[in-house]
């Protein structure tokens, strides 16, 4: 079984759609299996990670931006690829080091995540953005 779940974004920031993941693995896994993931976007990552405390993310972000400030950042002078705005090269930069997809078991038809572990999107652009996320579920 596939999909294609569709997450609005409003600026850099950690876009979780865990539930809508949930929600569409009761309906079509009723087992065992794999889930993949997968972005079709070059300038955001998926991510697993703590959806305790919302300053994880906010740290998170923080370290990106330090590794991969905006073109117009003195210390990014090198960077050839500015057609598209300063945000959109160091957005493909922090693509390249984030994972672009996620694999997860399934058991009894649900993801097996950790108490404190969510799916997010990560959005790397500063405007809004309609990002898609293919899902893959194979059953065992």
């Not at 065992?32 to 070059?42: F, K, Q, S, Y």
């Amino acid at each position: 079984m596939n999909t294609i779940f569709t997450i609005q974004t409003t600026g850099p920031a950690c876009y979780e759609f865990t539930g809508q993941v949930n929600k569409w693995l009761r309906r079509v896994a009723p087992a065992e299996g794999l889930l993949t993931l997968m972005v079709r976007h070059t300038s955001c990552s998926l991510l697993i990670q703590e959806n305790a405390d919302p300053d994880v993310q906010i740290d998170l972000l923080d370290w990106l931006n330090r590794i991969a400030p905006p073109a117009d950042h003195p210390s990014m002078h090198w960077l050839r690829h500015t057609m598209e705005g300063p945000d959109d090269m160091p957005a493909h930069l922090k693509a390249a080091i984030l994972p672009v997809s996620l694999q997860l078991p399934i058991a009894d038809g649900r993801m097996m995540l950790g108490t404190w572990q969510g799916i997010y999107v990560v959005e790397h652009r500063n405007a809004p953005h309609t990002r898609q996320v293919a899902a893959l579920f194979q059953a065992s």
